[in-house]
């Protein structure tokens, strides 16, 4: 028992009916096998079908079709019922069209793709996957530059533009030595070959357009090196389109955003980011020189102890910016610094000059107990936090007490 594959014959073919050959269920998924399918089951780097069967008595989404001993399987949706897939069945089926033909642009690009990079660099392709988004071949060489790439592109676009005849047919081993196939087949009975005019000779038991003018377009979008392979990404047809109508509006965004034209807008994101940079170093000498004079002032106007100075005080600022103070207030001499950042959740910073034995740690710890709050650190260098504005104030009396 065998499934006639109708897709070898004519990969145009959506609609069509046959009998159900068989039907399993596997762990609640029901598949039945027909007696002749257009769907395509996933091999060859080509993905599988989709679509839906219809019975005298129910019908199902196909999610999955699979090939096993000359059978195609077609898997059905959740739910499907086994009583409305008895052996004998008529059956009729709908390919998803518009799937299918994707699978078609991007198989038969593909075809033309690895052809054109070994007519521009010698560059055999060794996989290929046919993905959802994108597709993929490896190629056998790594050493390709951007040039060497933009010349295979060109000469596959030319091939579309050239309408070649694409057509399948098996041959005999006699006929097969003498093509000039692009791989050996990795089969050695009924080889399939496809051909794209005068151009391409591929074993392949894919399904393809009829004429390389149905490809459309194939774009590269990406090209990496992977070990000793170069992987190359590509799209064909209505997915070159659909990211051509992509980049377009993202060209568009960035037009209106730059109040520029497109091709002024590289130069003017440059100019933005040296403007940014500029502006990054003239607030990072703002922000030293605004530390150095905030530490001057505070130590100004410091508490004098017997034999030392207390600055404790709360700013408006940053933490980051508050702890520079507190490092720049640190290298004077004999201070006892406690600070802290004003905000929801205030930090709070003490430290003390290397010519002092005053505990830092302890100072910071009595503080943040007292506000509610936690903290810690070494004799020269605490941190903590208090949980809200008022206890900060209670905080900062409370460590200005010990000293
Ligand atoms: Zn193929």
Redesign the pocket.
């Known amino acids: 028992m065998n499934t006639e594959r109708l897709y070898y014959a004519d990969a145009y073919c959506a609609d069509f009916a046959g009998r159900v050959l068989a039907a399993r269920d596997e762990g609640g998924r029901l598949a039945v096998a027909l007696d002749r399918t257009a769907f395509y089951p996933t091999g ?3 993905p599988n079908d989709t679509g839906r069967l219809f019975t005298a008595s129910g019908s199902a989404d196909v999610v999955d079709v699979t090939s096993e001993d000359g059978l195609v399987w077609h898997w059905l949706a959740a739910g499907a019922a086994p009583a409305d897939w008895p052996t004998g069945a008529a059956v009729t089926a709908a390919v998803d069209w518009p799937r299918r033909f994707d699978h078609m642009q991007q ?1 038969t690009g ?2 033309i793709l690895s052809q054109a990079f070994i007519e521009t660099c010698a560059a055999e392709t060794v996989a ?1 996957h046919l993905g959802a988004a994108y597709s993929t071949i490896d190629l056998s060489r790594t050493d390709l530059d951007a040039a060497a790439v933009a010349a295979a592109e060109v000469a596959a676009n030319r091939v579309i533009d050239r309408a070649l005849p694409v057509t399948a047919e098996y041959v005999t081993p006699d006929e097969l030595a003498a093509l000039p196939l692009r791989r050996a087949p990795k089969v050695t009975e009924d080889i399939r070959i ?1 051909q794209v005019a005068g151009f391409d000779w ?1 074993a ?3 399904t ?1 357009v009829a004429n390389s003018s149905q490809v459309g377009l194939v774009k590269i979008s990406a090209v990496e090196r992977r070990g000793g392979e170069l992987r190359v990404t590509f799209l064909c047809g209505g997915r070159a389109r659909a990211d051509y109508a992509r980049l377009h509006a993202l060209a568009q965004g960035l037009v209106a955003r730059f109040t520029t034209g497109q091709d002024e807008i590289l130069a003017a994101v440059d100019r933005r980011a040296a403007e940014a940079e500029a502006l990054r170093k003239e607030l990072a000498d703002l922000e030293r020189q605004w530390v150095e004079a905030t530490a001057a002032a505070l130590w100004a106007g410091a508490e004098p102890r017997a034999s030392y100075r207390v600055v404790a005080r709360a700013l408006d600022a940053p933490a980051e910016r508050v702890k520079h103070v507190a490092q720049a207030l640190k290298a004077r001499e004999r201070t006892v610094v406690l600070l802290a950042a004003r905000g929801e959740r205030p930090q709070v910073f003490c430290t003390r000059s290397d010519d002092l034995a005053v505990d830092a740690a302890a100072v910071l710890r009595a503080a943040v107990t007292a506000g509610g709050g936690r903290g810690g650190g070494r004799p020269d260098w605490a941190q903590g936090g208090v949980p809200s504005a008022e206890a900060l104030d209670t905080a900062l009396q409370a460590g200005t007490s010990t000293l």
């Open positions: 060859g780097g080509q198989h593909q075809h290929f496809v591929s392949c038991g894919g393809h």
